[in-house]
Structures are given as C-alpha cells and as structure tokens.
C-alpha cells in the first residue's frame, strides 16, 4: 500500500479502531451483514438526492459545493473524530488535485446537526501524518488488539472479531 492508496475511509478507521483498519485494508468485508452499514446508506441515499458523489481514487467523497466546502452526510447522530479526520482527508486530498477546498461541512441528518471544519495548515499537516499512520497500521504483521467490547457497538466487524 502506498500514501496515494490510502483513503477517507482508511482514515476514518484508523481513529475508531486500527484493528478495523488493519482488517479492512487485507480486504476483510463484513459490512454487508450488518445493520448499521445498512442504515448509512439508507440515510446516504435519502438525504442528498440532488448531489453528485467525487472520486478521488482511493478517497470519494459526497459532494464539492460551488464555495469549494466538502460536504459529508453522515447516519450517526453527532461529529466524531473520525468524521473530523475524514474530511480533512478529503480537503487534502482535493487541495493535492488543485481543488482549493475551503473545508467540510458534515450533515447529520438524524439529529438535523451540522459540523463546519475549516481546512488550513494546520488540518494539511494532521491530514499527512494521518497517511503515515494509516501506511504503519497496515504494514504491522498481526492485528492490532481488540478495543473494549463496550467500544465496538455498531463495528461492522463485531462478529468476525467477537465470534470465539
Ligand atoms: S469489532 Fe471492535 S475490535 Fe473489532 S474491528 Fe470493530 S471496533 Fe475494532
């Protein structure tokens, strides 16, 4: 894996949980089983109709607006960090195109909340020192611990790491 492989979704598991990354990055992919996942989409599907998702690779975000501000829906009911860090992916990732992002807008909504992160030096240097974490996660030989059980409620991987 390289640093161009890596992407939003990378990132957003490398703040919840570096084992999910680890697992998702050797093409672990349960999340057609489960709830949650299910959910996202639902809410994804129903929420932006009128917008065109971006791809950029190994990132593909939901939509770019006409102020260059990335705009995220999200199934969950408040901004975690790792939406945060994902988004401040995506304005990298953007800004390495030449695509001027301004920031991320991050839609939620079940609770009809927004989160406005602006992108700046500071966000550019987060975002590359997450692509180093990411590319470390992944090239460790054995998976990374399990979190508290109390920690995985929703994880897509629940059953695969929870079976024994
Ligand atoms: S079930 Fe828990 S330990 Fe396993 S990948 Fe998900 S969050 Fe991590």
């Given amino acids: 894996m390289q640093e161009a492989d890596v992407g939003g979704v990378h990132v957003k598991y490398l703040y ?6 680890w697992l998702y990055a050797r093409g672990v992919r349960p999340e057609h089983l489960n709830a949650t996942v299910q959910l996202g989409e639902a809410v994804h599907d129903t929420s932006y109709q009128r917008s065109s998702p971006v791809d950029l690779g190994a990132a593909k975000l939901d939509h770019v ?7 995220e ?14 988004a401040i992916h995506y304005c990298y990732r953007l800004h390495e195109v030449g695509v001027p992002a301004e920031g991320a807008i991050l839609h939620y909504p079940r609770t009809r909340r927004t989160k406005r992160i602006h992108y700046g030096a500071a966000e ?41």
């Fill in 16 to 21: 919840h949980c570096r084992r999910q990354l």
């Fill in 73 to 86: 829906i999200k199934s969950s009911s408040r901004a975690t960090r790792a939406d945060e860090a994902q």
């Fill in 124 to 164: 550019a240097t987060r975002a590359q020192s997450d692509i180093k974490e990411v590319l470390a996660v992944v090239a460790a030989a054995s998976s990374p611990s399990r979190l508290a059980h109390s920690a995985c409620r929703g994880c897509s991987f629940l059953d695969y790491c929870w079976s024994d």
């Fill in 65 to 71: 607006d006409g102020h260059q501000w990335v705009h």
